[in-house]
């Protein structure tokens, strides 16, 4: 485990009164602008989807402050603030493939200008890569997460990497060929195009985690799509502007507005917002390799929990 990870066994208990600012100032913006997008006047309930995840964003990023003593916005408020920019072009993708998907629509109160729609919505955009790295960061720092995972070993070579990516960008364009009946492919397309990608310019990468056998950045990913996921839908179910599903075959036994088996595309979801930000931040910023900790086996929780009790 890297040494960065490692808090001393007799670090003092942590109390509430450690919490940083964001933690109890994300808490309070994100339950004022949950009541105000269900309950609130109009037109104020209809600007909270930014407010609202904005809290959550600072709020868990918080906690995991208040757990480890470290946490993204910590360790660099700049790259911190790049998710939210990177988030915008990611999730405008998505919008252009549900062009030709139509999976998803959303529900307006009123009509936009198309210059305010694209504002309002590439805000609201913004909050989703933010939203599931705070999400994993947390996830990571508990004991189910925390340690190295092993399973099977996959090690392609150069020209397989390449051969992947290619079958990442067909798979995605057959998703919006045919999106009757491969619009699933959408949400594992672009992975499979992006992360190769990463992995041969020498960006942090799935595939050079799974070249050692380890999966645990797999599976604290996946989780954090879930939970992430489960928020997006509940806090949509009675919001307005919202969004509503129309997913061939699968439409029914719908939670909030979401078909249960829907919740299944979270999870590669995650991996492509982590293979995009990887490929964006590598050519914008270039990469800090201690920045982004839940992609590592993290020991910290269970030592800090020694120290409390010793």
Not at 26 to 36: D, E, K, T
Not at 73 to 92: G, H, K, Q, T
Not at 161 to 181: E, K, N, Q
Not at 202 to 218: F, H, K, L, M, Y
Request: proline letters at 8%.
């Amino acid at each position: 485990v890297d040494m960065l990870h490692r808090v001393p066994a007799r670090r003092p208990a942590a109390s509430t009164t450690d919490a940083p600012l964001r933690l109890w100032a994300g808490l309070a913006l994100a339950i004022i602008s949950w009541w105000v997008a269900w309950f609130g006047p109009a037109p104020y309930s209809e600007h909270t989807f930014f407010p609202l995840w904005l809290g959550y964003i600072l709020a868990v990023d918080g906690l995991t402050m208040l757990r480890t003593g470290t946490s993204l916005f910590a360790r660099d408020r700049r790259r911190f603030a790049s998710l939210f920019l990177f988030s915008i072009p990611l999730w405008w993708l998505f919008e252009i493939a549900n062009r030709y998907l139509d999976n998803w629509r959303y529900v307006l109160p009123r009509p936009y200008h198309p210059v305010e729609y694209a504002l309002l919505a590439s805000l609201a955009f913004s909050t989703v890569i933010p939203a599931i790295f705070v999400t994993a960061e947390l996830l990571r720092t508990f004991p189910p997460f925390a340690p190295d995972r092993r399973w099977l070993r996959i090690d392609p070579s150069r020209a397989g990497l390449v051969g992947i990516a290619l079958i990442g960008l067909i798979t995605f364009l057959l998703s919006l060929a045919f999106p009757r009946y491969l619009f699933p492919l959408v949400w594992i397309g672009l992975f499979f195009l992006f992360d190769p990608v990463n992995a041969l310019l020498g960006n942090p990468s799935i595939t050079a985690q799974v070249r050692e056998g380890r999966w645990d950045g797999v599976l604290v990913l996946f989780a954090a799509g879930l939970v992430c996921g489960w928020f997006w839908e509940l806090w949509n179910v009675f919001s307005m502007p919202k969004w509503v599903y129309d997913v061939p075959f699968v439409g029914w036994l719908k939670v909030f507005e979401m078909p249960i088996l829907g919740y299944g595309g979270y999870l590669p979801f995650a991996l492509e917002v982590f293979a995009a930000w990887s490929l964006l931040s590598g050519v914008t910023l270039g990469h800090d390799r201690d920045w982004v900790r839940f992609t590592r086996p993290y020991e910290g929780a269970a030592q800090w929990r020694q120290g409390r009790d010793a």
